[in-house]
């Protein structure tokens, strides 16, 4: 079943989305597109959700915070000895991000194979997987892909709903509406209340755009043999001259990573004052000198160039590697628009193939 959501009842939607789950949406920041909350309250609106251009950033943070406590402790001490409370985090509530593209959403389902199908499950990044909608908007020509687009080297683009749970296409003075899985028809049954129904004559111009889309992508930027580059990564890792190329202009200062929606590396301190603290996980980066940093004063990746060379490896070799040849880079082209000097991981893989041919 499809719903038809009209332009001018999108601001109403969403705020009728707040009576059962925390909504969070794109909207305009400066000169960029930013995922945040929505908070409408009887005094103020929320701030407009932003669909007409592409988020800058992910919307990796709903589910996995920049910075968050993972506990927080107490100490008390009395005649009897210490004792040390401990507070954990509570269980998430329902929440649903809508407006994230395609990619960003298979973004999620490359850290489900790390942080819920892994060896070791995360239990936040579990809950709060669990307790979200995912609502994408489908790209379409006009309002999706651009020249840094490469979604469809993935298959991680407009047909491709593996991570979403209801799908959004730009169509006739609004969206048609699609649930893509079961969380995603229960989710729509309940919050229909704003909607139309779709007809097939909408769910044929919204399949009609999304080719339209694909066909741009493929003929901007032809795939290229991806089966062959965990392979040639490995065999050119050793290529010190190619790396130093490679990573010359960058300037390790990781808004690649920042803005990637399957970067998903972080480190733990733990901050105390007095008898409390808390232990605190935060973003972390490949791209930092500190990263790979040893006590001993020895940095094993001391150079850009070997972690620029680690960054690529491990989105296009060491992931796959261990994910049945899966890419762990979904093709947004976030890294691409945003790096300051213009590095692109496409010429990078393009740039290894081609060592590996020589
Ligand atoms: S955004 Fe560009 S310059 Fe900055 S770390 Fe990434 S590749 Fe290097
Ligand atoms: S490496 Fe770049 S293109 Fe690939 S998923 Fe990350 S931000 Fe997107």
Redesign the pocket.
Same mark, same amino acid.
């Given at each position: 079943m499809s719903y038809f959501l009209p332009h001018d009842r999108l601001e109403s939607w969403l705020d009728d989305l707040e009576r059962t789950h925390r909504v969070f949406a794109p909207t305009a920041e400066g000169r960029g597109v930013v995922f945040r909350r929505r908070k409408p309250t009887a005094e103020s609106p929320a701030a407009p959700v932003c669909l007409e251009r592409r988020p800058t950033e992910s919307a990796r943070h709903v589910l996995f915070p920049r910075s968050e406590v993972l506990l927080a402790f107490r100490s008390a001490h009395d005649e009897s000895g210490t004792r040390v409370e401990v507070f954990e985090q509570e269980a998430p509530a329902p929440q649903v991000i809508v407006g994230l593209r395609a990619c960003d959403a298979k973004g999620f389902a490359v850290m489900d194979r790390v942080y819920m199908h892994g060896r070791y499950a995360d239990p936040l990044y579990t809950a709060r997987r669990k307790a979200t909608v995912m609502a994408v908007l489908a790209c379409v020509p006009g309002n999706g892909p651009d020249n840094a687009c490469f979604c469809h080297w993935f298959a991680s683009g407009h047909e491709e709903h593996d991570a979403a749970d209801i799908v959004l296409t730009p169509a006739s003075g609004g969206f048609l509406i699609a649930p893509v899985s079961d969380k995603g028809a229960e989710f729509m049954e309940s919050h229909a209340g704003y909607l139309e129904q779709g007809n097939e004559e909408l769910e044929n111009a919204a399949a009609a755009q999304r080719l339209a889309a694909r066909e741009f992508l493929e003929k901007h930027c032809p795939a290229p043999a991806l089966s062959k580059t965990e392979t040639a990564i490995m065999r050119q890792f050793g290529n010190s001259m190619l790396w130093e190329t490679i990573?010359e202009?960058? $300037?390790?200062?990781?808004?690649? !990573?920042h803005l990637c929606p399957s970067c998903y590396c972080f480190t733990i301190t733990d901050e105390t004052r007095g008898n409390a603290g808390a232990r605190i996980r935060s973003w972390d !980066?490949c $791209?930092n000198a500190g990263y790979t940093l040893e006590a001993s004063g020895h940095n094993p990746r001391a150079a850009?160039a070997q972690r $620029?060379k680690n960054?690529i490896a491990h989105k296009f070799a060491y992931y796959p590697a261990l994910h049945m040849g899966k890419s762990s880079c979904v093709g947004c082209g976030k890294?691409i628009r945003?790096?300051?000097?213009?590095?692109d991981?496409r010429a990078a893989v393009f740039r290894v193939l081609a060592a590996d041919e020589e």
């Open positions: 990573g202009p960058c $300037l390790a200062c990781g808004v690649c !990573t !980066t $791209l850009k $620029l960054r890294c945003s790096c300051p000097v213009g590095v991981i």
